[in-house]
């Protein structure tokens, strides 16, 4: 599978982003996907996951509650809709493919379980 993210940009503290990842292919639906960022002088960071049904979601604890991830299989694209942001929250953000099991809460964090990436894009915050 083969990926492609958009939709960063600049914004200001408290506005919100949607981005999108597209994927090639006609399996979309059996990849699990995960959405990691990497801010300056910092390693890349689990942000989120969703199941390849789309039921089960995880959030790393700095953005639960403000990020929601969401996917349309009949359109082999998953979302990042991202509220409330931050200046913490500028980095460059990646969406992942991977094929595991489980899906659980530690699992969905290993990058390595990713055998897809995308080419990151750009979100940055300004206070």
């Known amino acids: 599978v083969q990926l492609q993210a958009c939709g960063g940009g600049l914004v200001q503290a408290g506005g919100s982003l949607r981005l999108s990842c597209a994927a090639s292919g006609r399996t979309f639906s059996t990849y699990n996907m995960g959405w990691f960022r990497r801010a300056p002088g910092k390693e890349r960071g689990f942000v989120g996951a969703v199941s390849g049904s789309g039921h089960s979601t995880y959030y790393g604890d700095s953005v639960n509650g403000r990020f929601t991830i969401s996917r349309d299989n009949a359109k082999n694209t998953v979302y990042l809709q991202m509220n409330y942001l931050k200046p913490e929250d500028t980095a460059v953000y990646y969406c992942?493919?991977?094929?595991?099991?489980?899906?659980?809460?530690?699992?969905?964090?290993?990058?390595?379980?990713?055998?897809?990436w995308g080419q990151g894009t750009q979100v940055t915050v300004s206070s």
């Open positions: 992942a493919a991977g094929r595991f099991t489980p899906f659980q809460a530690v699992s969905v964090r290993v990058r390595s379980f990713y055998g897809a």
